[in-house]
C-alpha cells in the first residue's frame, strides 16, 4: 500500500519566490495534516482538512501560507512570498477518522 | 490549550540496557500515537494506543487515558534505536505533539 507521498522532497527557493509542496494522503484517509517542523518550534500545525474541508487554518500562518485540497487524493501547500524563516522541513501526514496518522517523508525547504 | 508534556528530553543509553520514556496530558485523551525519527529525518509509526498496552518487539507502550499519561520502554537498547522519538495525541481539530526525547545508545 502507498503512504503518504510528498514531493518534492528538496526545494530551494529565493526569497519572495512562490513555491507549492505537494502531497498524496494514504488512499481512503479523509484526515490531512499540513505541519512544520523546525529544531526550536518542533511540529507546528499549519492546516488541517477533514473529508476536503478546511478545519484548522494554522493561525499564525495564514497571511503567506495557503494549503488546498481540490480532491481527497491530492492537497497542496503554497507560500507566498517565501522569506528565509519559512526555512523547515514541512510534513504531510494522513489518518482515517483521527486514528493512525500516516506521516510522508517531509519536503525540506531552503529560502535564501 | 491541550498540552503534552514529554520527558526526559534527552536519554543515554548503553547497550542491552532499558528506560522509559513519559508523556503527561493535560487533557484527557482519546489515544496516543509513538513515533521514531530515522535517520533520513521521516517519522516512523511506532504505536497507536487507544488503551491498554502494546508490545512490539523490544518496545512496549502503555497509555491511561484517565490517568492521563502514556509510556514507552525500551529493553535491551540498540545502537539503532538512537534517535528522537515523539508522542502525539490524535484526535479533536489538532493533534497535539510533545516536544520529544533525542535518545542515544552507545556501545
Known amino acids: 500500500d502507498a503512504g503518504v507521498t510528498q514531493t518534492p522532497r528538496h526545494e530551494v527557493a529565493e526569497k519572495g519566490q512562490t513555491i507549492i509542496l505537494k502531497c498524496e494522503p494514504v488512499?481512503?484517509?479523509?484526515?490531512l495534516f499540513w505541519y512544520r517542523q523546525t529544531k526550536i518550534q518542533g511540529l507546528e500545525l499549519l492546516s488541517y482538512?477533514?473529508?476536503?474541508?478546511?478545519?484548522?487554518d494554522g493561525g499564525a500562518f495564514k497571511d503567506r501560507f495557503k494549503a488546498e485540497m481540490l480532491n481527497s487524493s491530492f492537497s497542496t501547500l503554497k507560500i507566498q512570498p517565501t522569506e528565509p524563516k519559512d526555512s523547515a522541513v514541512y510534513l504531510c501526514?494522513?489518518?482515517?477518522?483521527?486514528?493512525?496518522?500516516?506521516f510522508g517523508a517531509g519536503t525540506r525547504l531552503s529560502v535564501l | 490549550g491541550d498540552q503534552v508534556e514529554q520527558s526526559p528530553s534527552a536519554l543515554s543509553l548503553h547497550e542491552g540496557t532499558g528506560s522509559a520514556l513519559r508523556c503527561n496530558f493535560t487533557?484527557?485523551?482519546?489515544?496516543v500515537q509513538w513515533f521514531r525519527k530515522n535517520s533520513r529525518g521521516s517519522l516512523i509509526n511506532l504505536f497507536y494506543?487507544?488503551?491498554g498496552t502494546k508490545e512490539n518487539g523490544r518496545l512496549k507502550s502503555a497509555f491511561d487515558s484517565k490517568e492521563r499519561y502514556s509510556t514507552l520502554h525500551i529493553r535491551d537498547a540498540q545502537l539503532e534505536d538512537s534517535g528522537t522519538y515523539f508522542c502525539?495525541?490524535?484526535?479533536?481539530?489538532?493533534?497535539?505533539f510533545g516536544s520529544g526525547t533525542r535518545l542515544l545508545v552507545s556501545p
Open positions: 488512499s481512503g484517509h479523509n484526515d
Open positions: 501526514a494522513s489518518s482515517f477518522r483521527q486514528n493512525t496518522l500516516y
Open positions: 487533557t484527557t485523551m482519546r489515544a
Open positions: 502525539a495525541a490524535p484526535g479533536g481539530y489538532k493533534v497535539v
Open positions: 482538512f477533514r473529508s476536503k474541508s478546511l478545519m484548522e
Open positions: 494506543l487507544a488503551s
